[in-house]
DNA sequence: TGGAGGGTTGACGCAGCGTCATGGTCAAGC
DNA sequence: GCTTGACCATGACGCTGCGTCAACCCTCCA
């Protein structure tokens, strides 16, 4: 007769565990002894085996016990079972391999490849880490949005950079982020440069939905920087509301909507 | 400002995440509007976004707060500890999967693929299936006391079963575990095999060590048909104590101990 | 006789939420 | 103003397979 910790031993497992099959019903509480110590039988130690062969093949605890009485058919049943539950959960961690290879570098979190290549062209335009990031955020926001959007609209994205007034766009923009001063006359230029790309795509007839995604970018930059309310101001005196998405207000309160101040050629921009 | 549930779904995720991230620390606690309500801007999202991409790339939720902001470095490092975690896990389920491909037949339950085949011939010798059952058990004993050998002693045997004595050893025992009658005179014969294997065993010089894994396999059939205990002291009247690795007694009680009975040719016999 | 090394029950902890339970809030329709 | 349904709040238990105390009892050996 054995001892818990005999028994435990011989099948190459700790005494907590067997204690747990017990409460959980799946091996049975054996006969104790005066001193109230359980013993153990060549019967248990041969379940105990079993069980544990179960539980190393995966078998949850929970069907292990149905799965000792089960007749052949319904023993294979079960096992095709264990494996497609086995399948799809490697599956999973394939997947997850896959998506942790990704996150070699800090930018390809929860973005494609595509944005991280644009995202490094803007460093060579001089744009600066913070603006970068900041671009990043929005391009996670659209991406969680729009997920596969992002990668056709790209090359567009690309090609705006040969603009000179985008390029300008990011450099004063990023000089901004830097400078912590308060009011700021570079804001003047950037609103008109936002001005003219806004008029430039309203003129194109290109036609955003309107979406909860727009605003969060909107409200992106004003969390990063709140001077961007300022911005936003200024871009309302010239007729526009938003500027990821610029709506043109019914009537600018300050001076007329005009387009004079910055033709660009590239019809799509959303963050940035 | 968005709502939880609003963010929530925004994210891809159940509230009931959100807040679970809130609680434990790894995304910020928003400010409350007037109703107690938990209110989200921009940088919310992304953040939110952020964790459930790494959560997704199988980072514990425990490590992506530090993950967040680390550099570049550490980030990396932190990236091949996970997918090192990953790799494990994988070849886990691997080998779960392996195991349980083993599980198509019930006989393969913890043991390896030459000790099934022996069941099989078993079977054909005229073996009762109750027979078989108790053998494979008390392999399962073996196998797991010491695995590897098993695989070793196999083809001995294999060959035990062109032996007569042991072929009617195993179709008496069949007879007598199903038929549940008191005393038996069959028991008589079996013991008289057994004690000429036993002598031959002894007469070859074989030896083997003082071991639980036998006193269990003797143990096993006395839980599987208490008329073992009879057999036991038929043995002991012919000088052997135990029959999975009987000893010599020093003076047998009933008769003298010979061994003009049962010659058998194989020298090992372990259960059975 | 005392200490080491077993055994006993009971309870919390782990990861990542799902799922009630119970109650307040909001927006809309009557 | 009232109801209804959808959403918000907190708090707590459940799941898996044990690990790890805590506090106490039993046995054996020097």
Request: glycine letters at 8%; zero cysteines; charged letters at 25%.
């Amino acid at each position: 007769m054995l001892t818990i910790g005999q028994l435990a031993a011989y099948a190459g497992v700790t005494v907590r565990a067997v204690r747990h099959y017990h409460q959980i019903g799946l091996l049975p509480e054996p006969e104790r002894d005066a001193s109230g110590y359980r013993r153990y039988g060549a019967t248990a130690v041969v379940s105990l085996i079993k069980i544990r062969s179960l539980a190393g093949a995966g078998v949850p605890l929970s069907q292990i016990g149905q799965m000792l009485d089960a007749d052949p058919p319904a023993f294979a049943e079960a096992v095709r079972r264990i494996d497609g539950r086995l399948r799809e959960e490697i599956e999973r961690l394939e997947t997850s391999r896959a998506q942790i290879a990704r996150l070699a570098t800090g930018d390809s979190l929860a973005l494609p490849p595509e944005v991280t290549f644009f995202l490094d062209r803007l460093r060579e335009i001089g744009a600066s880490e913070r603006m970068v990031e900041a671009e990043r955020d929005g391009w996670i926001l659209v991406a969680a949005r729009w997920p596969g959007y992002v990668r056709d609209i790209m090359p567009g994205k690309l090609a705006q950079l040969e603009d000179p007034h985008i390029v300008r766009l990011y450099q004063v923009g990023s000089a901004l982020l830097e400078s912590g001063t308060g009011d700021d006359p570079r804001l003047e230029e950037i609103a008109d440069i936002l001005a003219g790309l806004a008029e430039q795509a309203h003129a194109s007839g290109e036609l955003l939905p309107d979406d909860l995604a727009y605003d969060l970018v909107d409200a992106l930059l004003v969390e990063a920087d709140p001077r961007s309310e300022r911005l936003l101001a200024l871009l309302r005196e010239r007729g526009w509301a938003g500027w990821t998405r610029p709506e043109r207000l019914a009537q600018p309160p300050g001076r007329p909507a005009d387009a004079s101040h910055a033709p660009a050629p590239a019809p799509d921009h959303r963050p940035g």
